[in-house]
Antibody
Framework: EVQLVESGGGLVQPGGSLRLSCAAS????????MNWVRQAPGTGLEWVSY????????YYADSVKGRFTISRDNAKNSLSLQMNSLRAEDTAVYYC??????????????????WGKGTTVTVSS | DIQMTQSPSSLSASVGDRVTITCRAS??????LNWYQQKPGEAPKLLIY???SLQSGVPSRFSGSGSGTDFTLTISSLQPEDFATYYC??????????FGQGTELEIK
């Protein structure tokens, strides 16, 4: 069964740090780019970060650039998000999701087709 | 960044209704548009990719159309399990994915 399982969420004080993990199983993790997406309470989805299959390409949303670091360990089928200098506005459910590409209509199209159930991060004093 | 705007923000409909949700991009994104469904307390689920391609396992009552800046998600005959929030997402800008604000579909 294709599965992503996030862990590492919790309550942290403003200015603190937290490291999220995402364990992959049931598919060839090393072949897929990955994303982190978050959802603040009662709001919509916000893309946070992207990492290519070989870690050669990494992107961040402006809201987390310089504070968050995405990484992966293909040998361990694991994705991570190191979050530093946390703010109240980082409070959210954090999801990891695969970034799949399919060739159709004469181009490659990318989408997030497998999602974990999420881990909750609360930044509060 | 490419802004994605969905309309309406919320919608009330009945089982059996035909429903259309619209997503507009702030610039042309060709067909790099995906649709997701999210139910309360659950992760998003991919419905449509590349504007009109139905994800495997998704019922055929869901369809997507559009290209450039204007896109639609249509549910041909609403079922009880379709009441959820729907999000569009652009993948044209691979360094800056963005989602629409969501459309909450409620039971009338």
């Amino acid at each position: 069964e294709v599965q992503l399982v996030e862990s590492g969420g919790g309550l942290v004080q403003p200015g603190g740090s937290l490291r999220l993990s995402c364990a992959a199983s049931g598919f060839t993790f090393s072949s897929y780019s990955m994303n982190w997406v978050r959802q603040a309470p009662g709001t919509g989805l916000e893309w946070v970060s992207y990492i290519s299959s070989s870690s050669s390409t990494i992107y961040y949303a402006d809201s987390v650039k310089g504070r968050f670091t995405i990484s992966r360990d293909n040998a361990k089928n694991s994705l991570s998000l190191q979050m530093n200098s946390l703010r109240a506005e980082d409070t959210a459910v954090y999801y990891c999701a695969t970034d799949k590409g399919t060739y159709t209509q004469d181009s490659y199209y990318y989408y997030m087709d497998v999602w974990g159930k999420g881990t909750t991060v609360t930044v509060s004093s | 960044d490419i802004q994605m705007t969905q309309s309406p923000s919320s919608l009330s409909a009945s089982v059996g209704d035909r429903v259309t949700i619209t997503c507009r991009a702030s610039q042309s994104i060709s067909s790099y548009l995906n649709w997701y469904q999210q139910k309360p307390g659950e992760a998003p689920k991919l419905l449509i990719y590349a504007a009109s391609s139905l994800q495997s396992g998704v019922p055929s009552r869901f369809s997507g159309s559009g290209s450039g800046t204007d896109f639609t998600l249509t549910i041909s005959s609403l079922q009880p399990e379709d009441f959820a929030t729907y999000y569009c997402q652009q993948s044209f800008s691979t360094s800056r994915y963005t989602f629409g604000q969501g459309t909450e579909l409620e039971i009338k």
